[in-house]
């Protein structure tokens, strides 16, 4: 039996007993339809992992009783740095899913120049917000006790100027670069891989010119041209079955 997970920050301890969000007791309670006294698992998003047991407390309350505790080694040894230009509809969703199933570290969304969606004022943060949860969702089904963050949207030009004084690795997709994946030198284990992903037009040549000369390496994978949304899962999982816990 598979065993429901909870993300539930905060500090655990073994009897420590966590009241679910209205959210969380809805979907608890109604969506799962769990009983009195069924397991469940919780993580914090730090690392730390629970069992618990549900205690219900009314027809949408519920608390959970933490049993155990533990520290599950489940985090790719990669620390990788997705740095996606954002995509219509719900191909972003996509994207930030299964980067999350395959160990992406971090999330850093940006407008480059063919982006099509154009997001300002309180609707880049509502939409950031939108996909930190997606996130959430994903740690909880694939088993992650670290919860990526999804940094603010950055402006291109700001997203460069991040990368000023800093020695930094990364790649970029590019159909016409003579490097392959399978070409580039491991770095260490502790230096940030940066992922720099184009939107559904690609990037322009200008700014993958302006990304190799911040440090990022052009690369082309195989002959296809990929999407949007699965172009970064797929250098994620290049780099999970190259250097990381595959």
Not at 29 to 40: D, E, F, G, Q
Not at 135 to 158: D, K, L, M, N, Y
Not at 179 to 191: G, R, Y
Not at 200 to 216: D, H, I, N, Y
Request: charge should be negative.
């Amino acid at each position: 039996m598979r065993i429901p997970r909870l993300y539930l920050p905060g500090d655990y301890a073994p009897k420590h007993v966590i009241s679910l969000s209205k959210e969380q007791a809805h979907y608890a309670l109604n969506v799962l339809r769990l009983k009195n006294h069924h397991p469940v698992e919780a993580f914090n998003g730090q690392g730390i992992e629970a069992r618990a047991t549900l205690v219900v407390t009314g027809k949408r309350s519920a608390d959970l009783c933490i049993e155990t505790l533990s520290e599950p080694r489940v985090e790719s040894p990669l620390n990788t740095v997705l740095v996606q230009s954002i995509s219509r509809g719900d191909r972003m969703d996509y994207t930030l899913q299964k980067a999350v199933e395959l160990g992406v570290t971090t999330i850093q969304p940006i407008f480059s120049e063919r982006c099509e969606v154009k997001l300002s004022g309180d609707k880049l943060e509502k939409r950031r917000d939108q996909w930190q949860n997606i996130v959430i969702s994903a740690c909880e089904q694939s088993g992650r006790c670290f919860v990526p963050e999804v940094r603010a949207i950055q402006t291109w030009q700001a997203w460069l100027e991040s990368l000023d004084n800093t020695e930094v690795f990364g790649l970029t997709l590019d159909p016409y670069a003579s490097e392959t994946l399978n070409s580039i030198q491991q770095p260490a284990l502790t230096t940030p891989i940066h992922l720099l992903i184009g939107p559904e037009g690609g990037l322009t040549e200008e700014e993958v010119l302006q990304a190799t000369q911040k440090g990022l390496t052009a690369i082309r994978l195989g002959p296809r041209v990929l999407r949007t949304e699965t172009a970064g899962p797929a250098v994620l999982a290049g780099l999970q079955l190259r250097w990381g816990d595959w």
